[in-house]
């Protein structure tokens, strides 16, 4: 792959515009005279011209594209805005003000498939209700369709999601690797860095103490997913802790699992009311009970997104470290099927 060019002389600007590539994790070529820069003019990803060289750049009438960024750390010089125009910039980067901008030109520059990933958050009525395993269940489907999928486990106490789907010994990065990162991560990276199996990759928990999960890590984690995963899945704890808020903040849409059963009912709509207060895309997948299923949707006021029956073997799969069958004809596997078709945008 290509990198960024820089097209500069100033020294100085020159060490920032490479500290700053190196925050987004690229690599730059550098042009110190417009010369230099004209075989890759028209293949790098992004071009960051130094305000020092854009009357050299615009001599030489380069051919007009897009992703050019004038780059200067004087914001009083009146002549910027006719350099900018000079050189067909689309944009000009006053630094240090505009560094976390840039770092984000540089990290879209390096993506080599930008996608816009739907984050799709499962969370429990009560527990035992059964999130985790639609999660995974979810993932698995979309996965097996040969959508790129990213499943993320939020919920610390929860077991690991790598170890429902019998992956816990799988190498690659958990939580515990990721907790410390600020900032962009780049989506590619993260595909490489983690446990993934065909088009599933998954994010889980190291065993023993967990850490808490910041609320920028989470970000930075869905933000990457959502550029490199076709579907995000995140399982969600029924407490809502910083990283679980922000997880719902950005969501296309929520399905909490509801046991429809009177405690079942009454312990969904106490979660439902703290969801409620974070995203408003929120539907059920009903579980057995003695209620009726239509009585148990009205008295949790959401639309119903399906039914989830009882599967008796499923535990028993599950503990042996294989996973369900997912095919169009087992139950699992048309719920999933349908929920994917309707909470994903047409392909």
Avoid: Y
Avoid at 96 to 125: K, N, Q, T, W, Y
Avoid at 189 to 198: E, K, T
């Amino acid at each position: 792959m290509h990198r960024p060019l820089v097209i500069t002389e100033d020294h100085a600007l020159l060490d920032d515009l490479v500290r700053i590539a190196a925050a987004a994790g690229a690599q730059l070529d550098v042009a110190h005279v417009p010369a230099h820069a004209r075989p890759f003019w028209n293949l790098a990803p992004l071009i960051a011209v130094g305000a020092d060289q854009a009357d050299a750049v615009a001599t030489t009438s380069p051919p007009a594209r897009d992703q050019v960024l004038l780059v200067t750390r004087d914001p009083e010089d009146p002549d910027t805005w006719r350099k900018c125009v000079a050189v067909g910039a689309q944009a000009v980067v006053t630094l240090p003000g505009d560094e976390r901008h840039l770092v984000e030109r540089f990290a879209d520059a390096m993506e080599p498939d930008p996608r816009s990933g739907s984050i799709v958050c499962v969370m429990g009525g009560r527990g035992g209700a059964g999130a985790s395993v639609l999660s995974a269940c979810l993932a698995l489907r979309a996965s097996a369709d040969h959508l790129r999928t990213l499943l993320v486990d939020a919920d610390p106490l929860g077991g690991g999601i790598d170890a429902l789907l019998g992956h816990e010994e799988a190498p690659g990065a958990r939580w515990a690797d990721l907790v410390a990162r600020e900032g962009r991560i780049n989506s590619s990276a993260l595909q490489q860095a983690l446990p993934s199996f065909g088009d599933l990759a998954v994010l889980s928990f190291h065993r023993g103490e967990v850490p808490a999960i910041p609320a920028q890590a989470m970000r930075s984690v869905l933000e990457a997913g959502r550029r490199g995963f076709d579907l995000v899945v995140v399982d969600l704890p029924r407490h809502l802790d910083p990283a679980s808020t922000e997880a719902l903040t950005r969501a296309k849409t929520t399905l909490i699992v509801a046991t429809a059963d009177v405690r079942g009912i009454l312990s969904a709509v106490q979660v439902l009311g703290e969801a409620r207060r974070h995203t408003s895309d929120i539907r059920a997948v009903l579980r057995p009970g003695v209620l009726d299923d239509d009585i148990a949707v009205t008295s949790l006021g959401i639309p119903s997104a399906g039914s989830l029956p009882d599967q008796p073997r499923l535990t028993a799969t599950l503990n042996r470290g294989e996973l369900p069958k997912l095919g169009p004809r087992t139950v699992l596997g048309a719920l999933c099927t349908t929920l994917l078709r309707d909470l994903l945008p047409p392909a």
